[in-house]
C-alpha cells in the first residue's frame, strides 16, 4: 500500500469515527463514553465540535481514535460476534 493511500484510508476513518462518536454521544451520552472509552471532558468537547472543526481534526495523518482490545480472547470475541451479526444479515436476505 503506497504511503499517500494509507494517510488517506487514516483520515477517512478519522471522519466516520468523529461523525459516529458525536451521534453516538447526542443518543446516549453514557453509553457512548463507555463504548468509546472516552471521559465526561472529551464526550462534551467531542459533542461540541463544529463541522469545520471536525473537517480539520479528521484531516490528521494521525488516528484520532484506538482499539480497545486488551488480548487476544477480545479480538476473538469481536471476530465470533462479527460473524454472528454477518450470518442473521445472510438469514434475512435468504
Request: aromatic share 4%; hydrophobic share 45%.
Amino acid at each position: 500500500m503506497k504511503t499517500e493511500q494509507m494517510l488517506q484510508e487514516i483520515r477517512e476513518v478519522n471522519m466516520t469515527y468523529l461523525v459516529l462518536a458525536q451521534a453516538m454521544i447526542r443518543e446516549d451520552k453514557a453509553q457512548a463514553m463507555y463504548r468509546l472509552g472516552i471521559n465526561e471532558e472529551t464526550a462534551q468537547v467531542l459533542e461540541q465540535l463544529s463541522t469545520g472543526q471536525v473537517l480539520k481534526i479528521a484531516s490528521s495523518n494521525t488516528l484520532v481514535c484506538r482499539f480497545k482490545f486488551e488480548n487476544q480472547m477480545d479480538l476473538g470475541v469481536a471476530g465470533v460476534h462479527a460473524a454472528i451479526l454477518n450470518a442473521g444479515k445472510m438469514k434475512e436476505a435468504a
